[in-house]
């Protein structure tokens, strides 16, 4: 079926230190993989995204990597900060004729200080 | 981000009421969604249309209704059937299929 696995649920970092979060999708005709920032409260916020054409996307501390042949996707954070911690979420819409976006369960994220 | 309003902000819902929560984007976007968010966990897909007029059911609709007779607007109703409807929802919208999604700022549903 359709689904997007997101590991790990739970992440503490120390801050300065780098963080990583994978997702899988299950769709290979997915082409476009977007990542979301949902503070306490707060809707989700997109903060960079990848589409298929490409490998990699850095955009300054964060940056995704896309790897088709085995369907995964992951965020880095390097040097992270106390105001990186929140819940992040991968997405991995599907393309085949419909607009269904499928989230992956999130994953907490806490920098420590 | 902007472009997306929900109302209102929080609500409270009496058991065996309906109450409908209301979502309005102004950016022309063909798509649009509902999602449910219970405290500590991930996003639901309600419903969600891909054109005025259609849409399609997610994985949690029993409970839930929702129509779109403008682009504009897709209101969801939470019927007395959704036994359990304390949750924050969220409405979002997106261009075409492979684009980014856009979300509203969230509906707080409180059962009393």
């Known amino acids: 079926g359709e689904n997007v696995e997101q590991h790990p649920s739970t992440l503490s970092v120390q801050e300065g230190d780098s963080a990583v979060i994978k997702c899988t999708y299950s769709d290979s005709a997915s082409n476009y993989f977007p990542w979301y920032k949902q503070e306490l409260g707060k809707r989700p916020q997109l903060i960079i995204d990848?589409?298929?054409?490409?490998g990699e996307k850095k955009d300054q501390r964060i940056a995704v990597t896309l790897n088709k042949t085995a369907k995964h996707f992951s965020l880095h954070i390097t040097e992270t900060q106390p105001e990186d911690s929140a819940v992040y979420f991968c997405a991995a819409p599907l393309v085949s004729g419909t607009y269904k976006y499928i989230f992956g369960t999130g994953t907490r994220l806490k920098v420590l200080a | 981000d902007g472009g997306i309003t929900q109302s209102p902000k929080y609500l409270f819902r009496k058991e065996g009421q309906n109450v409908t929560l209301s979502c309005e984007q102004n950016l022309n976007h063909d798509a649009m969604y509902w999602y449910r968010q219970d405290p500590g966990q991930g996003l639901r897909l309600i419903y969600y249309?891909?054109?005025?007029?259609?849409?399609q059911k997610g994985d949690i609709a029993e409970g839930y209704s929702v129509s779109r007779e403008k682009k504009e607007s897709f209101p969801l109703t939470v019927t007395s059937a959704q036994k359990n409807p304390t949750a924050f929802y969220l409405c979002?919208?997106?261009?075409?299929?492979?684009?980014?999604?856009?979300f509203g700022e969230g509906s707080w549903l409180t059962v009393v």
């Open positions: 249309s891909q054109i005025v007029n259609d849409f």
């Open positions: 979002a919208s997106s261009g075409t299929s492979g684009n980014t999604i856009y």
């Open positions: 990848i589409r298929s054409n490409v």
